[in-house]
């Protein structure tokens, strides 16, 4: 199993940061990161669900209203998984680093960032959806592609900086780890985009397919593509 790095015991009791020297600057433990952006991301995964309210209906009518919010339902589900992958991502991810730097916890913040921005798009894209102009909707696909593709980037820029920082992983990472995950991240930018695109003028029945599908191929490739294609031993020995 994957060691952490040491702290020394008067941390762990105070839950203090731990630091550590290095020629290239000075590096934390990744505790306290970790228990921030799970309270984050926690955040975020509940407020998706303030767009699920009573719908407005005549008596008797209340059927109805539920059906007609079929587009909330089918929003709040993929947001949900997709926050929900961006946890696992980021816990597998996690998992392989061992020391913390200032730019690695800025690349850390700029993926919280985009992750919190998901909610909004989500309640956009439902209301259009549920009003449904044509118009109106093909913008709210294209605002949640162009949100999706920022979080991509987040973690490209996130990944790429690990690639680069052998210093801040584990010693027992697989060398190219990092450079294929570079990959999941340009790909998630191409095919969100490539959505949002054709939801944009095409039909938003195309975007929201794309939608659907993506955080389920991020789902099963938390562990690295390796781990897709069942040769991933090394992204199950920090689990």
């Known amino acids: 199993m994957m060691r952490r790095p040491g702290r020394s015991g008067a941390a762990r009791r105070t839950g203090q940061e731990s630091h550590h020297e290095h020629p290239r600057g000075r590096l934390s433990d990744t505790n306290r990161v970790e228990a921030f952006s799970d309270g984050v991301l926690a955040v975020a995964i509940t407020i998706l669900v303030l767009d699920l309210r009573v719908p407005a209906h005549q008596p008797g009518e209340l059927l109805a209203g539920l059906v007609r919010l079929w587009p909330a339902y089918l929003g709040y589900l993929a947001s949900f998984l997709y926050v929900g992958v961006i946890w696992t991502n980021h816990h597998a991810a996690f998992r392989r680093i061992r020391y913390l730097d200032r730019a690695l916890s800025w690349a850390n913040l700029g993926i919280l960032l985009t992750t919190v921005l998901l909610p909004f798009p989500t309640a956009v894209l439902a209301d259009a959806l549920r009003e449904g102009d044509p118009t ?54 191409v095919l969100y985009a490539g959505g949002g695109v054709l939801g944009a003028t095409v039909t938003p029945i195309i975007s929201l397919a794309v939608f659907l599908a993506l955080p389920v191929f991020y789902g099963a490739t938390s562990e690295g593509l390796a781990g897709l294609r069942g040769a991933g031993t090394e992204g199950r020995r920090g689990g």
């Open 136 to 189: 109106d909707a093909r913008t709210a696909a294209a605002l949640y592609a162009l949100v999706a593709v920022l979080m991509c980037l987040s973690w490209l820029v996130f990944y790429h900086y690990l690639r680069n920082s052998s210093h801040l992983v584990h010693h027992d990472i697989e060398e190219r780890f990092f450079h294929h995950e570079r990959k999941r991240a340009v790909a998630g930018i």
